[in-house]
């Protein structure tokens, strides 16, 4: 099986546009999750989808935004970049979305510069 | 506030000798735990599941303990190996949906 994919890998922007990336779960996989990951906070919770719908959340603002498709595949947002967001963006799926009852798959990540 | 801590950001040993990285949480009551491998560059990568009702688990040369009286959870690497570098991460289930994790430590293993 494929493992999970992300695109872009690498992404630079300017602070105030807009960055949508995007995550391909493991094929049957219906539980995609997304990560924010900086030298300074390490791994932060952004938010969960699971079958189209949001299920939980982190604390973040709402500029940061996702949704899910019918085939599981995932899009996160972020409006008006700010320098801070500069990150790597990781995205993890699960067969059923059970949290620590199961392994997460994580992609490679995008990884995003705000000049 | 709920915290995950792991114990230092960095950890030096020599090869051959036994690593041991803690975990320790606050204000969670995690049903499971995990550690995950990083290397520079990737996602993480799933090592090892612990229940809460599991004492310790084993897989070849990992060993994981979880202690929910402590609220801590040790992972070690028995006869580290310089291959055995990377960052670990634990992470912990919060209410059953989806997963918590530390900063990491970041590991290396000299020869």
């Known amino acids: 099986k494929a493992g999970v994919t992300q695109t872009p890998r690498y992404l630079i922007k300017t602070r105030g546009q807009q960055v949508t990336l995007s995550c391909s779960p493991i094929s049957g996989h219906r539980s995609v999750s997304w990560y924010q990951q900086t030298p300074g906070q390490g791994l932060q919770f952004l938010f969960e989808y699971f079958s189209e719908t949001q299920r939980n959340k982190g604390n973040f603002p709402g500029r940061f935004s996702g949704r899910q498709f019918s085939n599981s595949r995932s899009e996160m947002n972020v409006s008006t970049l700010e320098l801070g967001d500069s990150a790597l963006y990781l995205c993890?799926?699960?067969?059923?979305?059970?949290?620590?009852?199961?392994?997460?798959?994580f992609g490679p990540g995008t990884r995003l510069l705000v000049l | 506030s709920q915290k995950i801590e792991q114990n230092s950001e960095a950890l030096n040993i020599q090869e051959g000798k036994t690593a041991t990285l803690t975990c320790n949480y606050t204000n969670y009551s995690p049903a499971y735990l995990q550690w995950y491998r990083q290397d520079p560059g990737r996602g993480p990568v799933f090592l090892l599941l612990i229940r809460e009702n599991e004492k310790e688990k084993r897989k070849e040369r990992l060993k994981v303990t979880f202690d929910t009286t402590l609220k801590q959870s040790l992972f070690h690497i028995t006869a580290s190996q310089p291959a055995d570098s990377a960052t670990y991460l634990c992470?912990?289930?919060?209410?059953?949906?989806?997963?918590?994790f530390g900063a990491g430590t970041r590991l290396t293993v000299k020869p």
């Open positions: 992470a912990l289930d919060d209410s059953g949906n989806d997963m918590r």
């Open positions: 993890a799926s699960s067969l059923a979305g059970q949290g620590g009852q199961e392994t997460q798959y």
